[in-house]
């Protein structure tokens, strides 16, 4: 078997834009597992596969478009980086400039993000702004201080690098099924996933590699629902934290993915996106952050209100790995026994002898 070095170096690179001159800035990103769910399968009547998109180095989909993002500012001499992020951004942006060589400065909202995710920032090694203010207010400056400063942008917006690494994901799974989905389902924070998604599905049927192109339904956090809304929201809530955006900089690519694709973009309450994270942990044997379980919530709620058709193909994307945010998981408490060494004690706790 080939071994996979990273979604640059792989067949992939005719559709992404990178030069023969460009450096290489890789962790071996993509090719993440694509896994049937039973249990999703057998509740909603369609045949529903995820896509753990947490698998990835640095543990979320955001390192298919730091790859590009950082091999092309390695390739362009660029020396600093900046971005703004919820989180998993920072934590793929620091390590894709400490693998290039280059410094890394994170904007993200105090207190407002996911402790296993301020960790990888901080061992990474990038400068870290913690800003009173939302994720929203991260971006505003960061776009500001790139336009005036020798500090290069790396978030996906006006970023046509990113995207184009964030496309490769309808790339794998149409490869791995044979053709696009029915649909496709996941999280909107920003919007520039559902865009890329949409935009990797269509690539690859304008290239004939797939027949048909799946409709793209999008799922907001109840109190982080600009999209669903029509309108920006100034303080947006949610326990979801990496979704909690405001003002979407990629609105228009995610209203087109919608609309083009004959999709929709959906609210789901707090309540139901943790339902799905236990969910896909329990009966999926998948850890994901809060955030990433909104495609599934979106989906359950779509077949408990009768809006689904049974029969048809699913693919979720699951977008973050669950051990950024520990304390989502022990936040309810646990149970567990504690008991001495003796092989007995341990016994009876676990009903094995009287
Ligand atoms: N899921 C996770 C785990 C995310 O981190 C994000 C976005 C999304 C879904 C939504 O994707 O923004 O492209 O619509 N995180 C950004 C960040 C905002 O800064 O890490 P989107």
Not at 66 to 94: W, Y
Not at 197 to 209: C, H, L, M
Request: charged share 20%.
């Amino acid at each position: 078997m080939a071994t996979w070095r990273g979604l640059i170096e792989s067949d992939y690179r005719k559709w992404l834009p990178v030069a023969e001159e460009t450096p290489v800035v890789s962790l071996q990103e993509g090719n993440t597992p694509l896994l049937r769910s039973a249990g999703l399968t057998a509740q909603t009547d369609c045949e529903v596969w995820l896509k753990v998109d947490g698998a990835n180095p640095t543990g979320s989909f955001k390192d298919r478009g730091m790859t590009i993002a950082l091999s092309r500012a390695a390739g362009d001499g660029v020396e600093r980086v900046i971005c703004a992020s919820t989180g998993n951004t920072s934590a793929s942006a620091a390590a894709y400039a400490a693998r290039a060589g280059l410094a890394a400065a994170v904007l993200v909202p105090a207190k407002a993000i996911a402790l296993g995710k301020l960790a990888q920032a901080v061992r990474y090694g990038a400068e870290i702004v913690e800003v009173d203010g939302t994720f929203d207010d991260c971006l505003r400056i960061a776009r500001e201080l790139a336009a005036h400063h020798p500090v290069a942008l790396v978030n996906s917006v006006n970023n046509e690098l990113r995207l184009a690494g964030q496309r490769t994901v309808a790339y794998e799974i149409v490869d791995a099924l044979g053709d696009a989905p029915d649909v496709h389902c996941l999280p909107v924070g920003n919007g520039g996933n559902i865009t890329a998604t949409w935009q990797g599905y269509q690539t690859y049927a304008a290239e004939q590699r797939s027949t048909r192109l799946p409709k793209m339904w999008g799922f907001q956090a109840a109190g982080a629902a600009p999209l669903v809304h029509g309108a920006p929201v100034a303080n947006p809530e949610t326990a979801a934290t990496a979704i909690r955006v405001g003002n979407p900089a990629t609105r228009e690519g995610a209203l087109t993915a919608r609309d083009q694709s004959g999709g929709l973009i959906d609210a789901v309450t707090d309540e139901q996106i943790f339902d799905a994270y236990r969910l896909l942990a329990s009966g999926d044997g998948v850890f994901v952050e809060p955030a990433s379980a909104a495609g599934v919530a979106g989906l359950l709620q779509q077949h408990a209100s009768g809006r689904l058709e049974p029969g048809q193909r699913i693919v979720i994307t699951l977008t973050g790995n669950g051990l950024k945010d520990l304390d989502a998981s022990l936040r309810d408490g646990y149970t567990s026994t504690n008991v001495s060494s003796a092989t007995s004690d341990v016994a009876r706790a676990l009903r094995l002898a009287g």
